[in-house]
T-cell receptor, first 115, second 117 residues
């Protein structure tokens, strides 16, 4: 299995621009998570989906952030408009329900820099 | 709110030594704990987990100890190798796993482990 696949690996953009991060979870996994990692705040859960349905988005910083999961194999995290404080590494993770479903498998992340 | 924290932000050891990475958690109702390893430029990678009804769990070269009395978690790495150099995170699951609720993993800030050859 290729694991969780994220794109792009690096994104540099200017303040005010729209940014779209993409994720392909592991095939068969029914939970998908978006995390943000910064030095100051560590790993923060932004939102998670179960069977393509958003379950908890309480971690989404503000209305500038939105996430979708149109099907079981694809999810996007969008920031519009982007701000310098959004600079971070964004991780997507997936897991399988039942048993040790908390065992998350992470992608390699997207390093976002907003100038 | 409650959170997971780490005692030591950095740990340097010699190759072949045993390493111990510590973690304090504050939510006594957390029922599941995980250790993750994150290498530079990569996402966190699962190492080992333990449920709250256990005190110890062993894996390959790694052991996790859970002391619920003092709400402390540790990761022991035997015969540490240069490839073990990474940031190690502990994570706790709350609310408790089970039923229709899905616990959320809260990650600690991480400990940087450096292994010198």
């Amino acid at each position: 299995d290729a694991g969780v696949i994220q794109s792009p690996r690096h994104e540099v953009t200017e303040m005010g621009q729209e940014v779209t991060l993409r994720c392909k979870p592991i095939s068969g996994h029914d939970y998908l998570f978006w995390y943000r990692q910064t030095m100051m705040r560590g790993l923060e859960l932004l939102i998670y989906f179960n069977n393509n349905v958003p379950i908890d988005d309480s971690g989404m910083p503000e209305d500038r952030f939105s996430a979708k999961m149109p099907n079981a194999s694809f999810s996007t995290l969008k920031i519009q408009p982007s701000e310098p404080r959004d600079s971070a590494v964004y991780f997507c993770a997936s897991s399988l329900s039942g048993g040790l479903r908390e065992k998350l498998f992470f992608g390699s992340g997207t390093q976002l820099s907003v100038l | 709110g409650e959170s997971v924290g780490l005692h030591l932000p950095t740990l340097s050891v010699q190759e072949g030594d045993n390493s111990i990475i510590n973690c304090a958690y504050s939510n006594s109702a957390s029922d599941y704990f995980i250790w993750y390893k994150q290498e530079s430029g990569k996402g966190p990678q699962f190492i080992i987990d333990i449920r709250s009804n256990m005190d110890k769990r062993q894996g390959q070269r790694v052991t996790v100890l859970l002391n619920k009395t003092v709400k402390h978690l540790s990761l022991q790495i035997a015969a540490t190798q240069p490839g073990d150099s990474a940031v190690y995170f502990c994570a706790e699951n709350y609310p408790p796993f089970g039923g229709t609720s899905y616990g959320k993993l809260t990650f600690g800030q991480g400990t940087i482990l450096t292994v010198h050859p």
